[in-house]
């Protein structure tokens, strides 16, 4: 485990103990005096930010969702033309991958560990999600209007919709093999949509 600078703030040693323990060990398995210990805070400061178990782990998945989006649109927008800016969603997933040591997607984890669909944690992880999708349809939508007569024939929901599913799954079986090679095959994937 990384070790924690006490010269940040109680709040941000907090979270950002749980985002290791949580992101590494699962929901379920970090007990909330372990996160107190390992981030050298009282309990009662403890409490005094984070009241539950659940209101810690929502502001470790809100960070990550703005973290996880910006690092996309950043990468997005480092692109050139629309089809690099179509392509860049999936591309940039091989070195966050690789980054988080093939562990995976937070949201994806959750889903295994919070079996109720209208639990908060996992309500996070549709909204994420959503946000990612949307993006994928409009850089297919811009795509398709970027060149009618190569791209007419798409549909950007469609598309968009298609895209997710390797996507996704691509990260769900990078962490299944503790491999690279579902989001390689994935981007493969992702071009042959638009071939």
Same mark, same amino acid.
């Given at each position: 485990m990384t070790k924690i600078n006490n010269h940040i703030a109680p709040r941000e040693r907090i979270l950002e103990t749980a985002e290791e323990l949580f992101f590494y060990q699962g929901y379920r398995a970090t007990g909330i005096n372990e996160v107190i210990a390992k981030s050298g805070v009282a309990k009662a400061t403890f409490y005094n930010h984070f009241p539950t178990k659940e209101d810690l782990c929502l502001a470790y998945l809100q960070e990550r969702n703005n973290s996880e989006y910006d690092s996309i649109i950043h990468y997005v927008n480092e692109q050139k033309t629309p089809r690099a800016k179509f392509l860049a969603v999936i591309e940039a997933t091989e070195p966050w991958l690789e980054a988080n040591a093939l562990r995976g997607c937070c949201? #994806?984890?959750? /889903?295994?560990?919070?079996? =109720?669909?209208? !639990?908060?944690?996992?309500? #996070? *992880?549709?909204?994420?999600?959503? +946000? /990612? !999708?949307? %993006?994928?349809? !409009? %850089?297919?939508? &811009? $795509?398709?209007? !970027?060149?009618? &007569?190569?791209? *007419? *024939? %798409?549909?950007? &929901?469609?598309?968009? &919709? =298609?895209?997710? @599913? @390797? $996507? /996704? *799954?691509? @990260?769900? +079986?990078?962490?299944?093999?503790? =491999? #690279?090679?579902?989001?390689?095959h994935a981007i493969t994937m992702v071009k042959r949509l638009i071939e």
């Open positions: 949201f #994806l984890n959750m /889903v295994a560990e919070i079996p =109720d669909p209208e !639990s908060r944690l996992r309500r #996070l *992880g549709d909204q994420h999600y959503n +946000m /990612v !999708s949307a %993006l994928v349809q !409009s %850089l297919a939508q &811009k $795509l398709i209007e !970027s060149d009618e &007569k190569r791209y *007419g *024939g %798409l549909n950007a &929901k469609e598309l968009a &919709k =298609d895209y997710m @599913i @390797i $996507l /996704v *799954g691509a @990260i769900a +079986m990078t962490e299944v093999y503790n =491999d #690279l090679w579902p989001v390689q």
